[in-house]
T-cell receptor, first 114, second 111 residues
Framework: AQSVTQPDIHITVSEGASLELRCNYS??????LFWYVQSPGQGLQLLLK??????LVQGIKGFEAEFKRSQSSFNLRKPSVHWSDAAEYFC????????????FGSGTRLLVRP | DARVTQTPRHKVTEMGQEVTMRCQPI?????VFWYRQTMMQGLELLAY????????DSGMPKDRFSAEMPDATLATLKIQPSEPRDSAVYFC?????????FGQGTRLTVV
């Protein structure tokens, strides 16, 4: 069974500063990995995904994430944060076997200081 | 613009009543998920389907929750009888090639 850990409940950054949100997963094989963003009162929007190939993936809104197999990590980054990036961010892991179970981490709430 | 549609968006009901939440997945998607989101538990996977067949519903309280896909355009989640602890936002998501697209959710309040 897969699991996801997002160790940071809250992160506060200044507008224009860089951002890194941490995600660690547990799965017996190479998983599918995702980052989603949720604004208040909204559903989850897919930011980016990793299935295979290049371990650095680019997503929407200027986000990127890097898959590091040796560290079982899939951290999300953005070089310069905008106030509109304030939201909750979820990392998710999907099984590559026939079960295709998609499990989410507990989320990290991003606050942006003006 | 293809999207997952959930109805109703909000539901307030009294304890003991039956609640039915509906989801229209994106046309052509073969996987449908139901999640529940609360402050305490985060996003919990309740059940999911592949090609309309249930793959896993181990996340659901079996005595009161049921999930079905009567056809490819409709997924339902029922709670009978509802309890105050069921108050949460329930999300449906659909997918085809490994990713999931979420609906706006149904905010359920049981009083």
């Amino acid at each position: 069974a897969q699991s996801v850990t997002q160790p940071d409940i809250h992160i506060t950054v200044s507008e224009g500063a860089s951002l890194e949100l941490r995600c660690n997963y547990s799965y017996g094989a190479t998983p599918y990995l995702f980052w989603y963003v949720q604004s208040p009162g909204q559903g989850l929007q897919l930011l980016l995904k990793y299935f295979s190939g290049d371990t650095l993936v680019q997503g929407i809104k200027g986000f990127e994430a890097e898959f590091k197999r040796s560290q079982s990590s899939f951290n999300l980054r953005k070089p310069s944060v905008h106030w509109s990036d304030a939201a909750e961010y979820f990392c998710a892991v999907g099984a590559m076997d026939s079960s295709y179970k998609l499990i989410f981490g507990s989320g990290t709430r991003l606050l942006v200081r003006p | 613009d293809a999207r997952v549609t959930q109805t109703p968006r909000h539901k307030v009901t009294e304890m003991g009543q039956e609640v039915t939440m509906r989801c229209q997945p994106i046309l052509g998607h073969n996987t449908v998920f139901w999640y529940r989101q609360t402050m305490m538990q985060g996003l919990e996977l309740l059940a999911y389907f592949r090609n309309r067949a249930p793959l896993d519903d181990s996340g659901m309280p079996k005595d009161r929750f049921s999930a079905e896909m009567p056809d490819a355009t409709l997924a339902t989640l029922k709670i009978q009888p509802s309890e105050p602890r069921d108050s949460a936002v329930y999300f449906c998501a659909s997918g085809l090639a490994g990713e999931a697209f979420f609906g706006q959710g149904t905010r359920l309040t049981v009083v």
